[in-house]
């Protein structure tokens, strides 16, 4: 069972970084890049006296693996989608509504 949930980005990259865990697998449709992996940290330190959003991602696609560290905050105006896949529950689908 899929659950599906609409929210705009502020509201997302709260999700994240309250319910995605290290190891859960997470896809992140922004702009025009998707970047589907497995969790392998996430950091909400502060930066500049602003609270940090940024997730390390293991990418499971293609035929090369890498890792990357998406900074939620930069890029939360042109979020679009979040599939998130906990290693044990239910996937949750959701999508962005514009911020204001």
């Known amino acids: 069972m899929?659950?599906?949930?609409k929210m705009d980005c502020d509201l997302a990259i709260?999700?994240?970084?309250?319910?995605?865990?290290?190891n859960d697998r997470?896809?992140?449709?922004?702009?025009?890049?998707?970047?589907p992996g497995e969790v392998l940290n996430i950091d909400n330190?502060?930066?500049n006296g602003?609270?940090?959003?940024?997730?390390?991602?293991?990418?499971?696609?293609?035929?090369s693996s890498s890792t990357v560290e998406v900074d939620l905050e930069e890029i939360k105006d042109d979020l679009i989608e979040i599939n998130h896949i906990?290693?044990?529950?239910?996937?949750?689908?959701?999508?962005?509504?514009?911020?204001?």
């Open 26 to 35: 997470l896809e992140l449709s922004y702009n025009r890049v998707f970047t």
């Open 86 to 100: 906990p290693k044990n529950g239910e996937e949750v689908v959701i999508l962005i509504d514009k911020c204001e």
């Open 14 to 22: 709260e999700y994240i970084m309250n319910n995605v865990k290290e």
């Open 45 to 47: 330190s502060h930066y």
């Open 2 to 5: 899929v659950k599906e949930m």
């Open 50 to 63: 602003k609270n940090g959003a940024k997730v390390l991602i293991h990418v499971l696609e293609g035929s």
